[in-house]
Antibody, heavy 117, light 107 residues
Framework: QVQLQESGPRLVRASETLSLTCTVS????????WSWVRQPPGMGLEWIGY???????NSNPSLKSRITMSVDTSKRQFSLKMSSVTAADTAVYYC???????????WGQGTLVTVSS | DVQMTQSPSSVSASVGDRVTITCRAS??????LAWYQQRPGRAPRLLIY???SLQSGVPSRFRGRGSGTDFTLTITSLQPEDFATYYC?????????FGGGTKLEMK
């Protein structure tokens, strides 16, 4: 069973960069897609994108210009950076494992990131 | 983007009831559909993939059906732990997109 845990600042100032890291335990990082999903308070789910073990990324066009995803398999971590944040980026951010079939098999517990003005 | 529309947005039921949730895609996604359960304050949990395949460890009272644009999730004999919000997600093309959710509440 793969376990994931998000970490990073819970409060980010508007116009600055949100940075999150997900630490993976169990399983192999070389066969799956390492994904990010977010959920604004009281709202639905939005797929952000994924990073593959070789650094290949695929992201939501609505966010693509502002996000950078990376992976460090030696540390068993992958990361998300989102620039120029606004209040609309306030959300619970989840990291997740995509088994390669475009579904999210395992999820981290999520971390609420609040953008302050 | 493929738009996913769930109905109803909320439903009330009792323990032991049978409930069906519907998800409609804006274009043909074959059977590239997943269902998730989200309990309050928790991460989503994968229940069903490929429209009708049960994820390991998920009780058999959860059943998914459909193909093309119309899909259903049926929960037979509701248990107390099933009261949660359910989301469908299309897995056919990027960006992956989710339905707006169906909140299953206790009557």
């Amino acid at each position: 069973q793969v376990q994931l845990q998000e970490s990073g600042p819970r409060l980010v100032r508007a116009s600055e960069t949100l940075s999150l890291t997900c630490t993976v335990s169990g399983g192999s990082m070389t066969s799956d897609r390492w994904s990010w999903v977010r959920q604004p308070p009281g709202m639905g789910l939005e797929w952000i994108g994924y990073v593959f073990h070789n650094g290949y990324t695929n992201s939501n066009p609505s966010l693509k210009s502002r996000i950078t995803m990376s992976v460090d398999t030696s540390k068993r971590q992958f990361s998300l950076k989102m620039s120029s944040v606004t209040a609309a980026d306030t959300a619970v951010y989840y990291c997740a494992r995509d088994s390669g079939m475009n579904r999210l098999d395992d999820w981290g517990q999520g971390t609420l990131v609040t953008v302050s003005s | 983007d493929v738009q996913m529309t769930q109905s109803p947005s909320s439903v009330s039921a009792s323990v032991g009831d049978r409930v069906t949730i519907t998800c409609r895609a804006s274009q043909d996604i074959d059977t590239w559909l997943a269902w998730y359960q989200q309990r309050p304050g928790r991460a989503p949990r994968l229940l069903i993939y490929a429209a009708s395949s049960l994820q390991s460890g998920v009780p058999s009272r959860f059943r998914g059906r459909g193909s093309g644009t119309d899909f259903t999730l049926t929960i037979t004999s509701l248990q107390p732990e099933d009261f949660a919000t359910y989301y469908c997600q299309q897995a056919n093309r990027f960006p992956l997109t989710f339905g707006g959710g169906t909140k299953l509440e206790m009557k």
